[in-house]
């Protein structure tokens, strides 16, 4: 498993921006895929956006389409999640997921329960 740790979350008015963090602790970090979702309070945690292992290729859900953009350091084991355009529905804690071996596509389609790490989450509020 990897040991994964966000950073960067906070209150932004809407229309704001923001970027987010996540540093892994593995020097495979290559080997994953890697990813960023949100969970609101009453509601299932969601796909956001994913960056596969090998290629960088990038998938995002709908709703952030357009608005959020995923990018990895290899070199330092970062993965970023750069939100603009915010919204109050972007309310949420946001999460980092590293799947190994994982294509970004795939990562949307994955249960939960099965991605190999998660990190502790950080609160991204959007006002209205």
């Known amino acids: 498993q990897v040991q994964l740790v966000e950073s960067g979350g906070g209150l932004v008015q809407t229309g704001g921006s923001l970027r987010l963090s996540c540093a892994a602790s593995r020097p495979t970090f290559n080997d994953y895929g890697m990813g960023w979702f949100r969970q609101a309070p009453g509601k299932e945690r969601e796909f956001v956006a994913a960056i596969s292992w090998s290629t960088n290729n990038t998938y995002y859900a709908n709703a952030v389409q357009g608005r959020f953009t995923i990018s990895r350091d290899n070199a330092g084991n970062t993965v970023y999640l750069q939100m603009s355009s915010l919204k109050p529905e972007d309310t949420a804690v946001y999460y980092c997921?590293?799947?190994?071996?994982?294509?970004?596509?795939?990562?949307?389609?994955?249960?939960?329960?099965?991605?190999?790490?998660w990190g502790q989450g950080t609160q991204v509020t959007v006002s209205s």
């Open positions: 997921a590293a799947d190994r071996w994982r294509a970004a596509s795939r990562m949307a389609a994955t249960p939960l329960r099965d991605i190999d790490s």
